[in-house]
Each structure stands twice: as C-alpha cells, then as structure tokens.
C-alpha cells in the first residue's frame, strides 16, 4: 500500500538520483483510498472543473458560429458582400486557428491552462465585440482572421488540462459533456440571436451590430469567471479568487486525484510538459494518428456547413428571420442528447468504433434524405434539415475522445488533441465553401457533397476500429507489447519504483 506522504512526490516529481524499480501496476494494489472517496473525488471535478471548461466553450462557438444568424439580418446589404464572400471571411477564421494550433498549445504547458486559456478568451471576446465596427469587406475578413488567431489551440488546451483530472475510462463521457458547451452554444446562439436581431435597428445600430455586441461582452464576462475560479492544476485546488487562503480539495482530496489517475496512466503527468521538435515531428508522421485526423476532416465538413446555412435554408422556406433562427436550434438539442448518451456508452463498454459508426449512418441517412426533399413539402423539408444538423459534431466529439485514449504518453496527447481539432477547423475552410450562390436555392451539389462525405466517413471508421482490434489480438498473440512508463513512487519502507503498464489499444 502507498502511504498519502508520497503525495508531495506525486505533485512535485521531484526524484532525486536513485534508480527507481519498476513495478507493474496490473499486477499490484496500490490504491490507498476507498471507492466512495474517488467517486467523491470525481464528483467534484465533474461540478467544478467540467463547467468551466464547458462554459468557455459555449463562448467560444457562440462567437465563431454567430454569423449564421447575422447571414439573416442585413451584414450581407450593410457591407455589401455575398454569400461567397461571407465564406472567405469564414475560412480565414479557420485558417487562423489552424495556423497557430500547435504553438498555442506548446506556450500552454510552459504558462499553464489557468493563464494561458483565459487570456485567449479575453482577446477573442474583445475581437467579437469589435466586429460591430466594420463598415467593408476588408473589415470583415481582418477582424475574422483576428477571431480565429485568438481562438487557436483553446480546445486542445482545454482538453488536454481534462485529460489530467480523469482516468482513460472516464473521459469519453467528460469530453461529450466539455462539447456540451459547444453544441448549446449551436443551439442557444439560434435562439439568443433570435432575440437580439428582434430588437432590430434599435438607437440606430443594425441587429447584426447587436449581435457581436451583446455576445461578445457576455464571452469577456466569461473570460473573467474563468481566470477567477478555475484550479490551476491537479493536486493545487487554489483558483485566483482564493488569494492561497482556501481550496476546493481537502489535502486528502488532491492526494486521492493525483494518484488515481497515475495509477490508470503512469505516462500523465500534473506538471507542465516539456515538447520538443521531435515529438511534435514524431506525433505529426503518426499514421494511425493521421486517420482520427481524416474521420474528423471528413465528418465535420457537412456538419460546418449545414449549421452555417441551417437557418437560411429554413428561411428559405417561407418562415420569417427570428423563427427561422429559432427553428434552427432543435438539431443541436438532440445533438447534445445523442452526444451524451452515446459518450456515456463508450465509458461503460470500453469501446468507440460503433457509437462513431452509429453517428455516422445516422449523418448518411440524414443527408441522403436531405438530397431528395426539394421534391417535399416545407415541413418535411424543416424535418430533414433539423436531422441533418442533429448529428452536429458528434463524430469528431466521440473521435476526439477515441485518439486521446490510444495516446501513449502526454507529449503525444498534447500535440494529438492540436492536430485534431486542426483537422476540424481545416475542414471549416472547406465547409464554408459548400453552398454556394450559384448553387441556391436548391443546393444540390452541396447536399451530394455532404452525403459523399458521410459514407466516406463510415468507411474510416470501420477501418480504424478493425486496425485497434488486430492490434490487440496479435498483442495478446505474443503475450507481450508496449510497456507505459511514467511516475516514480515511494514505497512505505523509502524504495523508489518507477510505475509501468502494459499497453492494449481501445477499439
């Protein structure tokens, strides 16, 4: 049994020169604590540390994806632009992020989430207060391409930070729940847009005005909740506003959080990572990394463009601009249902591929559907719209959790959860260029587009999870395999042992 004084070590890692035995963690109990104190220990970290994180980004997407309800008040008259070059605005937005994903996240493990993180939202929420200010399209596009350079490297940051706090069995239902943030923010911007553009020409400032105005003030309070109540780190429960005189986390709390999720995964680590070009080179080369990559680029192309031009094509229906925005948040609620239940199933049978697969027949159907109904009514027109959208970003949610499990060591979580959510953005850039002007008011070469893509999709995944389940049978063939090593411990009578698990994939 390890004794609760080795939790300054865990913390610290501060190991000294003697040569640490390893000991197999599969082979040996360890674990100092009962089970209601971990699940006690967990519950805290889900109401305090996962609402946070979820919270900035709700933020965060409601400040990127407000432009489709601005599409239905006059930004496209007032600055006079098309649709196609609204597009151009959203792929720089895209671009920015892609562009500064990777060293966002490397200057975050040398600052810490805590800094790091809050200041990103400060900036890009400042940005999007700021974008009421354009009278052009030069405007338009710099004050996109700003937004999109603030926001790089958020989400991976903030995954990655979770990813310390939670065990590998727990984490496909937490990054469904932190994604939360982003598909109420689908749903809610529709609805919170609906209000704002009813105020319409208000003390002379056009609704769409109003609408980077108010949201973007809301994403800075957000960014000062932030800085203020987060806990720096695994094992310091102090956040900001305690000044050092108080902790979420009694000393025996930190104890339990830090050496649970070591046990589970020696190779975390609770302090800041160092990353070197080789990792990064290492981790960008990776293969089996480069499909994750592939599903979600593929998977989340259709889902960028159908919640851009949801509510103009449910306008174009004959309903009016603050119903159709209003309309258009029903996908995302189903969406933020269908993503929970699905994460929490993933949990509980320790495996990804068929809720991914089960998501992406459900995105080929929807936009097989979707392709046909110019021949229906309006209604089932709304009804097909709705479903399409009502996959939303599950596929690439459940993705990102899938690849963060088969990570085997942090440096390569890191950089994985920037490449990720690199691929997710990039294919903002194509999916902002899938309805076109030309195209309207039928769109049909977008709805082939997408469901193209959507088979496309089903056949990745069903070659990604077969990959991970041969893996694991020729691993077990030869009774051996990969060996994780991670933390050194101290053992009651003073021994140092370096603990190592034995590496199976998660298919």
Partial sequence: MVLEKSFETAVK?????????????DESTVADWTEAEERAVKRKIDFIVLPILGLAFFALQMDRGNISNALTSTITRDLGVDTNQI???????????????????????RVGPQRWLSGQIIAWGLVATMQNFITNYGGYLATRLLLGLCEAGFIPGALYTMSTWYKKSETSLRISIFFLGNLIASATTSLIGAGILSMGDRYGVAGWRWLFIVEGAITI???IIFILFLPPSVGNGSPLVSFGRW????????YVMVRRVLLDDPAKTTNHLHISRSDVWTTVKNPRILVHILITLTATIPVNAINTYGPSVIKSLGYGTVRANAMASVGAFISAILVVILGWLCDVTKRRTPALLFGALWSLIAFACLREAWKWSAGRKYAAVVFSMAVNSTIHILNVGWLSVNCQHPQERSIAMAMIIMGANASGIAGSQVFRTND???????????????????????????????????????GDGPVVTGKTDETPDGHRVELVRKWRWTW
């Avoid at 190991?15 to 640490?20: K, L, P, Q, V």
């Avoid at 902790?247 to 930190?254: G, L, Q, T």
């Avoid at 309207?440 to 069903?462: G, H, K, Q, R």
């Fill in 13 to 25: 890692a501060d190991h000294g020169d003697e040569e640490a035995a390893p000991v197999n963690v």
């Fill in 87 to 109: 597009n151009v605005g959203n792929s720089l937005l895209s671009a920015g992020i892609v562009l500064l994903e990777i060293p966002s996240n490397i200057l975050l493990q």
């Fill in 221 to 223: 309070g957000i960014g």
């Fill in 247 to 254: 902790s979420y986390f009694s000393r025996r709390e930190s």
């Fill in 440 to 478: 309207a008011p039928l769109y049909m070469n977008a709805f082939t587009a997408c469901l193209a893509l959507s088979a496309v999709v089903v056949l990745e995944i069903i070659g990604q999870g077969a990959w991970y389940f041969v893996s694991n049978k020729k691993l077990d063939k030869r």
